[in-house]
Structure formats: structure tokens, C-alpha cells
């Protein structure tokens, strides 16, 4: 399984996204009023960064719990870990794991196709494992009697 089926099975929603210059205020109530975990930073047509809500709570943090006039730029992640639709659905969750991310935004052809989250990735290794239960359950049910398997 790879990126490009979690996104296929995800559809097409709308990706949400903020410019850097923005205060970091406004992509708060975003994500408070879209219930989302995670902003693409985007410049320009180009993604330069991602905010998700560890790097809220750093900022917040350093600005003891007042935003005032902080930046998305000043907080957001400028190197966030990406993928292609083409990465193996293995490696990605890997590399979350080793990285401890949450979200990935995803690149294919120099264009942004979406992000996965931590959520879609064991979603679909639980989907996946039913599946494939539901066929061994299957191929047992429907076992051939009088074989020469049986008779060994």
C-alpha cells in the first residue's frame, strides 16, 4: 500500500492553508473552528512550511501564553517532513515514527497533493489487517473437504 491509496481513500477534501505572515491568532481560530490538528504554510503557490498544534503550544509557550502580534512564520515548522504519493505506506509511518510527526504533507510532481496524518496511516493498517482476516476467515470457512491435507 502507498501514500496515493490513503489519499485516494481519504478523497479530495479541501486542504487548508495560511500565508506566513499572517498572525498566528487567526490560524489558531482556524484550527479550532475546522477541529484540525494541522495548517499547510504556503507562499506564493509554494509550500514553506507546516503548522500543527505542537508548534501552537511552543509559541504560546514563549510568548507566555499571549500571541499578540506572533507570526505564523515565527512559529511554524520552515522543514516539515514530506512524502510522496509514491512512498510506501511502511516508510511513512516510519518516518512519523522516527520523527515523531503528526502530519505529512504530500509532494508529487513539485505540487502539493495533500496531507496524511498519523490518524490516516494506522486507519488504514487496521482496514487492512481486517481485510486480509476477513480472507483467511473466508479461505478456512470454504476449506475443500477430503483432501489429502485432512487425511495427513
Known sequence: ???????????????????????LSSA???????????????????????????EVIQALHRCGGVLGETTVRSAMDDHPLTCS???ELDEARRMMLESHARYIPVIGNRQLQGVI???????SVVDSQKFENQMLKAYIKDWPSGTEDEKA
Open 1 to 23: 500500500m502507498k501514500v496515493s491509496d490513503i489519499l485516494r481513500v481519504k478523497g479530495g477534501g479541501t486542504l487548508f492553508t495560511i500565508d506566513p505572515m499572517e498572525p
Open 28 to 54: 489558531v481560530a482556524t484550527m479550532a473552528e475546522k477541529d484540525m490538528g494541522s495548517l499547510l504554510v504556503m507562499e506564493h503557490g509554494d509550500l514553506v512550511g507546516l503548522l500543527t498544534f505542537r
Open 85 to 87: 504519493p509514491d512512498t
Open 117 to 123: 496524518s498519523f490518524y490516516d496511516v494506522a486507519k
